[in-house]
T-cell receptor
Framework: GNSVTQMEGPVTLSEEAFLTINCTYT??????LFWYVQYPGEGLQLLLK?????DKGSNKGFEATYRKETTSFHLEKGSVQVSDSAVYFC?????????????FGSGTRLLVRP | EAQVTQNPRYLITVTGKKLTVTCSQN?????MSWYRQDPGLGLRQIYY???????DKGDVPEGYKVSRKEKRNFPLILESPSPNQTSLYFC?????????????FGQGTRLTVV
């Protein structure tokens, strides 16, 4: 079945450091891929998405490229800020799945220190 | 403001006492769903609804019921809660079902069953 695997957290970085959070997926078809962010005490918000191979999603300085050959969608940011501290979820949606549900990874907590 | 509203935010209850978690969206979305979030497991879909009076089971539906009598509301019902239903619950809505569509999440309901 479909699944998403994310790197274990927590990830602790100093402000202005480079961020990479790894995400790989398993899917039978051609899924859409998402990164959602959950700030403390809040619900999930869409950070970026990509709907086909080689698409790059970007938002708020974050980027991720849909790599079909490596089944990956790694999240990157060149210079993190304290305000980026949150839990990040990689997710996929399979158009062949009649429930249209999102399948989430386990989440990666990011802590950015001043 | 476009939003998904869940109530209550926090709930502590006893085993077997029926409860309802409400969810309402003001974006005229067709598709709504419920997820539970557990440590190390990410979010898993409980139930979903494609439109009014159309609901179906997700991946973890045991012990839950839903209804969709109006487009904006999608309550989650626990007829006889048990401790293994202690979790963080999220309601989500999207304009339509299908890959690549952004899901909007409520702020979550933290349920503890003792």
């Amino acid at each position: 079945g479909n699944s998403v695997t994310q790197m274990e957290g927590p990830v602790t970085l100093s402000e202005e450091a480079f961020l990479t959070i790894n995400c790989t997926y398993t899917a039978t078809g051609y899924p859409s891929l998402f990164w959602y962010v959950q700030y403390p005490g809040e619900g999930l918000q869409l950070l970026l998405k990509a709907t086909k191979a080689d698409d790059k999603g970007s938002n708020k300085g974050f980027e991720a490229t849909y790599r079909k050959e490596t089944t990956s969608f790694h999240l990157e940011k060149g210079s993190v800020q304290v305000s980026d501290s949150a839990v990040y979820f990689c997710a996929l949606s399979d158009p062949m799945d009649s429930s249209y549900k999102l399948i989430f990874g386990s989440g990666t907590r990011l802590l950015v220190r001043p | 403001e476009a939003q998904v509203t869940q109530n209550p935010r926090y709930l502590i209850t006893v085993t077997g006492k029926k409860l309802t978690v409400t969810c309402s969206q003001n974006m005229n979305h067709e598709y709504m769903s419920w997820y539970r979030q557990d440590p190390g497991l990410g979010l898993r879909q409980i139930y979903y609804s494609m439109n009014v009076e159309v609901t179906d089971k997700g991946d973890v539906p045991e012990g839950y019921k839903v209804s969709r009598k109006e487009k904006r509301n999608f309550p989650l019902i626990l007829e006889s809660p048990s401790p293994n239903q202690t979790s963080l619950y999220f309601c989500a809505s999207s304009l339509r079902s299908g890959g690549g569509t952004e899901a909007f999440f409520g702020q979550g309901t933290r349920l503890t069953v003792v």
